[in-house]
């Protein structure tokens, strides 16, 4: 076997509610004895959509050894559910990109002369949350639909100062002792937020020591263990967390818990969450 990503259940925050096996058209998931199960590695494809409906945030994306994700065995599976799931299945892929899964599944559908729910559908579907569960992954366009200026010329005459105040960034290559690590206050960013929220260096980095990394696509583990050791080693003042507002950017808000109880130390921690749109919630 392969290492490859697959999510885990932390079974002391699952209360067996059930919202993530609705969350999971492929079957991979179910209730037993009042916990969520993951009860076949072959039907987890591990891109995470069950963690936008976990309410307890008790499902995580990790790297193990595990049997390669087989998309056959799972539309045997999802075609006995009817059309409402295979066509959240075929969604799902599609939305994330996986085109060879997706292949194999509208193939398989041919061979067994089943009809496709996703060819009925129109090309401009709306909604905020995609029948996967990761509207994380929706498609948008954020420009504006149309020149709203009125002729008033916005004056970005003065430029906006960087407030970087250490290289490098990046989790993965940030040393645990570095100098500036003493009495800082910590920003801990998903990589995608200065991207939405236009004035990041001002409203959000100003004063602080930067952290960059992804929590759905990078080693969660490695992430939480590194944070630990630099909250151990080092007179950090105080953590903000900042990260977009999709369900699967709510990883980092658990490993920085995670690495902060680890530490053993109290230190203030801020959580901060911007939405798509660039606007921010939580400060």
């Known amino acids: 076997m392969a290492k490859r990503q697959i999510i885990t259940i932390d079974e002391e925050k699952c209360n067996g509610c059930g919202s993530c096996v609705s969350g999971c058209p492929e079957g991979a998931l179910q209730i037993i004895d009042d916990k969520a199960r993951l009860i076949s590695d072959l039907f987890c494809d591990g891109l995470g959509a069950c963690i936008g409906d976990c309410p307890e945030d008790a499902i995580t994306v990790i790297e193990r050894e595990a049997e390669p994700y087989d998309e056959i065995r799972v539309m045997k599976n999802i075609v006995k559910q009817g059309d409402n799931t295979i066509k959240a299945h075929l969604k799902h892929l599609k939305t994330h990109g996986e085109t060879g899964f997706l292949k194999q599944a509208t193939g398989y559908l041919e061979e067994n002369k089943i009809a496709n729910p996703l060819e009925e ?15 994380g992954s929706r498609v948008m366009d954020l420009r504006d639909s149309g020149d709203k200026s009125d002729g008033i010329t916005e004056d970005v005459s003065a430029d906006q100062r960087s407030e970087l105040r250490q290289w490098p960034v990046q989790i993965h290559l940030v040393p645990v002792n570095a100098p500036y690590f003493d009495g800082a206050d910590l920003l801990i960013a998903a990589d995608c937020v200065p991207f939405a929220h236009g004035n990041f260096h001002r409203d959000i980095l100003k004063g602080k020591i930067l952290l960059v990394g992804c929590p ?3 080693d969660a583990g490695f992430y939480r263990d590194k944070i ?3 909250l151990k080693e080092n007179n950090i003042k105080s953590v ?3 990260h977009m507002e999709v369900p699967c950017c709510f990883g980092l808000v658990k490993l920085v818990n995670d690495a902060l109880t680890g530490s053993g130390k109290k230190i203030r921690l801020e959580d901060i969450t911007v939405k798509v749109n660039g606007e921010v919630r939580g400060k």
């Open 216 to 218: 759905k696509l990078d």
């Open 228 to 230: 630990t050791e630099i």
């Open 121 to 135: 559908e129109t090309k401009n579907e709306s909604g905020d949350k995609l029948p996967c569960g990761c509207p």
């Open 240 to 242: 903000t967390i900042v």
